[in-house]
């Protein structure tokens, strides 16, 4: 066998299966990294909850502080349902709110723009390694939470979703798809609930209609839409404290959702 290997032939052969062997390795060793779309609603507004991408010590030679989405890669015994909770978790203080896994974004450029890199320089082991990415979306009652960011990310801020400035990587994409598909969820599922207060008015309800779907809505067909269902409790309790007559309170029956 030495002696055969021996030939220009079966080296050349050799020589061909461990170019292969080594081409083959090098193209499927990526990293795998999880992004949350945090969605909250202030009553007025849909918010994005966004990270501001921390910087390790004071160089003013580092590249500018971009905005972006909480995520991060995924760890080796870790699942990636796990990996989402514990960015929410680390990144942004957020634990036991509504988490849902909508797409996968997989172009080989995503974290090739020359601002990414910089940034994953200082962070990442392979910063030019190809990185796909599972997008979450989670939907929380913002007046429960108070974030506060962690690990490499500076700060946080809640950011209208119609207001979103350029974001780093593929962010603004995941933001969008995001939205898609909570306008769909919103009705097929009757999510609505999980960014609203336990009780509510019919008006209150149908204004995060128009916000998420971004059109208004006919009061009356909204209410006999919203009511035939049976996923609606109305309560024996009035709006309190408002200038305007008193409307009556609704709350979700959870288990109908």
């Not at 007025?44 to 003013?60: F, M, N, T």
């Not at 910063?127 to 500076?154: C, D, N, Q, W």
């Not at 006919?218 to 404290?241: C, M, P, S, V, Y």
């Amino acid at each position: 066998m030495a002696d055969r290997l021996q030939k220009p032939f079966y080296k050349q052969r050799v020589a061909t299966y461990l170019s292969r062997v080594k081409s083959l390795h090098l193209v499927f060793i990526m990293d795998v990294s999880v992004d949350c779309v945090v969605f909250g609603f202030d009553e007025k507004k849909l918010k994005v909850l966004l990270i501001e991408q921390k910087h390790a010590g004071s160089d003013k030679k580092l590249p500018r502080k971009q905005t972006a989405l909480p995520g991060d890669l995924v760890k080796e015994q870790e699942s990636l349902d796990q990996c989402a909770k514990r960015v929410l978790k680390e990144l942004t203080s957020l634990k036991g709110i509504y988490l849902k896994q909508f797409h996968t974004f997989g172009d080989p450029k995503r974290v090739k723009d020359l601002k990414d890199q910089e940034w994953l320089r200082l962070f990442r082991a392979n910063p030019e390694r190809r990185v796909i990415t599972v997008g979450y979306y989670s939907l929380v009652k913002m007046e429960e939470f108070e974030p506060k960011a962690s690990s490499f990310a500076g700060k946080t801020k809640w950011v209208d979703v119609y207001s979103i400035p350029e974001l780093a990587f593929d962010h603004n994409e995941i933001v969008d798809s995001a939205l898609d598909i909570l306008r769909h969820e919103l009705v097929a599922d009757n999510i609505g609930f999980e960014l609203l207060p336990e009780k509510f008015t019919l008006s209150e309800l149908q204004h995060l209609h128009e916000i998420i779907l971004d059109k208004k809505l006919d009061k009356r067909n909204f209410r006999k839409n919203i009511l035939k269902g049976d996923h609606l409790t109305a309560l024996e309790e009035k709006q309190k404290g408002v200038l305007h007559k008193p409307a009556q309170l609704y709350k979700y029956k959870r288990n109908h959702v």
